[in-house]
């Protein structure tokens, strides 16, 4: 019981890594503060931490408002009094296409919701997370390794995140506050089948081509399940992570090196 008793607060629960991080780290012993723009999907995920005897509370929040921010941090401290780790999760997609054709609105979307929504939060839960010599983890993407056509915009959003956890550990660690980032590859969760069946039919092949195709430029051969991923950030929310802060860990199976 890795985090027994201790709170986290997720941003951006959705089916995929949102509700593994939330349901591994109860089942570590957690409470949750579940935050994201799709009440309906809170709801789910609350019902499956309780199900596991975990506390679960749920604030329908767009990070990228002042308003729902500060209404997610009052009640995270209303409802336990504490908070432990925040898990920056959610994200926004900027447009994927070159710089030549990024309509600018697009890309201040993604800083507004990838860095500065995230350090809305940072902020937010500072007084909390130095109270309690908490930890932050910040999820990045395996776009900062590489500089795909098209990827540009995402990746100034995800490389701009990991500058910002890494000058905040230096901030934060004289209060006791660690900050790490997790820089995940493709996750095999739905919205990855989703995109992989829509490669397969474009090609005429099946869905496990297309999967064998991108496995077979990773280490380990598979693509890293959403639990597997979330349990790294267990790991850097807990004890035995207490001497490790601004670093970046890549969870990717080995596709990138670094």
Not at 5 to 24: E, H, N, Q
């Amino acid at each position: 019981m890795l985090l027994q008793d201790k709170v986290v607060v997720v941003s951006g629960i959705g089916p995929g890594l949102g509700r593994s991080i939330a349901l591994r780290c109860a089942r570590q012993g957690a409470d949750i503060v579940l935050a994201a723009r799709t009440e309906s999907r809170l709801t789910e995920v609350a019902k499956e931490v309780t199900d596991l005897g975990r506390r679960a509370v749920t604030v329908t929040t767009d990070i990228s408002s002042e308003d729902d921010a500060a209404r997610l941090a009052e009640t995270a401290l209303e409802s336990f009094g504490r908070v432990d780790t925040l898990v920056n999760n959610a994200f926004a997609m900027p447009p994927m296409t070159t710089f030549d054709r990024a309509p600018f609105e697009g890309i201040r979307d993604g800083f507004e919701t990838n860095v500065l929504g995230a350090l809305r939060l940072v902020n937010l839960f500072r007084p909390a997370l130095e109270a309690s010599r908490g930890s932050i983890v910040m999820v990045s993407s395996m776009v900062i390794r590489h500089s795909q056509l098209t990827m540009g915009p995402y990746k100034m959003t995800k490389s701009a995140l990991l500058a910002m956890a890494q000058s905040l550990s230096t901030e934060l660690g004289p209060k006791g506050v660690r900050v790490n980032t997790i820089a995940p590859g493709y996750i095999w969760a739905d919205n990855v089948k989703f995109y992989f069946d829509y490669l397969a039919k474009q090609r005429g092949i099946t869905p496990q081509e297309v999967y064998d195709e991108v496995a077979a430029n990773i280490d380990l051969r598979k693509l890293p399940e959403p639990d597997e991923v979330a349990d790294t950030i267990v790991f850097l929310a807990s004890s035995l992570a207490s001497a490790v802060t601004g670093q970046c860990l890549d969870v990717n199976g080995g596709e990138y090196h670094h």
